[in-house]
């Protein structure tokens, strides 16, 4: 069993920075996905980073592609998201998700673990 928990999200202006971080209770999270989708008003939840258990590929959502950056703590068995250079339009709930690591990781119907989400909010 693996339970995971948000935190870092808040209400920030177009242009500021966050850090999002994931901590991970359970055995290990080693040769596990991690992962960060969101969910933004309106809108189906999508994949924005994602990396593999030793974390040596990671994969963005063009939308984010150079402003997020994904990485992981596996002794501290922790995810994190900074994000900078933020827009109005990443105002969203964040989840952190595990998957196992073998197989396809785009959709969230191949997630075994959610976080419970964590809200940002971006103000022009």
């Known amino acids: 069993q693996m339970n995971l928990v948000e935190s870092g999200g808040g209400v920030v202006k177009s242009g500021d920075s966050l850090l999002l971080s994931c901590e991970v209770s359970g055995p290990t999270i080693h040769n596990w996905r991690l992962s960060w989708f969101r969910r933004a008003p309106g809108k189906e939840r999508e994949l924005i980073a994602t990396m593999n258990s030793i974390g040596a590929r990671q994969v963005y959502a063009p939308s984010v592609k150079g402003r997020f950056t994904i990485s992981r703590d596996n002794q501290k068995k922790a995810l994190y998201l900074q994000m900078s250079d933020l827009k109005v339009e990443d105002t969203a709930m964040y989840y952190c998700?595990?998957?196992?690591?073998?197989?396809?990781?785009?959709?969230?119907?191949?997630?075994?673990?959610w976080g419970q989400g964590t809200q940002v909010t971006v103000s022009s």
């Open positions: 998700a595990a998957k196992e690591e073998v197989g396809p990781y785009h959709s969230d119907s191949f997630y075994q673990y």
